[in-house]
Antibody, heavy 119, light 108 residues
């Protein structure tokens, strides 16, 4: 069974850092594009970042709102990838989802992890 | 960036009604990479339709998608109680990937 599990969320002060993890099971993470999508409380969905698969060189894309502050990396030995979030702002507070095959057949989402940015 | 303007932002309807939700893109989606998601409170979104009109496995046939260019629609032909949720369109024609602001479908 395909599963994605996010972890690493929590409360952080503005300007602080947090690293989210996304661990896959039932499939090989490196064979797929993985996106991060976030949802602020009571708000809509916002795409955050993508890392492409091994075949496509693990290249990345970022939303303008996070470019230069967030970075995706991966550890294929652990079937995991990470979203390093630096210089966090209050507007970054959201539930963060990692997704496989976003908008395509075989689309899977994790359960989401809550990030709270507050002093 | 391609803006996806979704309408209506909310709609009240009854079981058995036909409902249409529209997404208008700020520029033409040339590869038809528009998808539709359903989200229930506290849950991750669920993919209903990919590439404008491809119904995902396990999704009831009362859901359908259509459109081209800048105008795309999601239609639910006969509402069932489990369909009352929030719906989002998303475009993947170009980066950044952008979602519509959502349509909340409520029971009348």
């Amino acid at each position: 069974e395909v599963q994605l599990v996010e972890s690493g969320g929590g409360l952080v002060q503005p300007g602080g850092s947090l690293r989210l993890s996304c661990t896959g099971s039932g499939f090989t993470l490196s064979d797929h594009y993985i996106d991060w999508v976030r949802q602020a409380p009571g708000k809509g969905l916002e795409w955050v970042a993508r890392i492409r698969d091994k075949t496509n060189g693990y290249t990345t894309e970022y939303a303008a709102s996070v470019k230069g502050r967030f970075a995706i990396s991966r550890d294929d030995s652990k079937n995991s990838l990470y979203l390093q979030m630096n210089s966090l702002k209050t507007e970054d507070a959201a539930v963060y989802y990692c997704t496989r095959n976003l908008y395509r057949p075989g689309d899977y989402w994790g359960q989401g992890v809550l990030v709270t940015v507050s002093s | 960036d391609i803006q996806m303007t979704q309408s209506p932002s909310s709609v009240s309807a009854s079981v058995g009604d036909r409902v249409t939700i529209t997404c208008r893109a700020s520029q033409a989606i040339i590869n038809n990479w528009v998808a539709w998601y359903q989200q229930n409170p506290g849950k991750a979104p669920k993919l209903l339709i990919s590439i404008t009109s491809n119904l995902q496995s396990g999704v009831p046939s009362r859901f359908s998608g259509s459109g081209s260019g800048t105008d795309f629609t999601l239609t639910i032909s006969s509402l069932q109680p489990e369909d009352f949720a929030t719906y989002y369109c998303v475009q993947a024609n170009s980066f950044p990937i952008t979602f519509g602001q959502g349509t909340r479908l409520e029971i009348k």
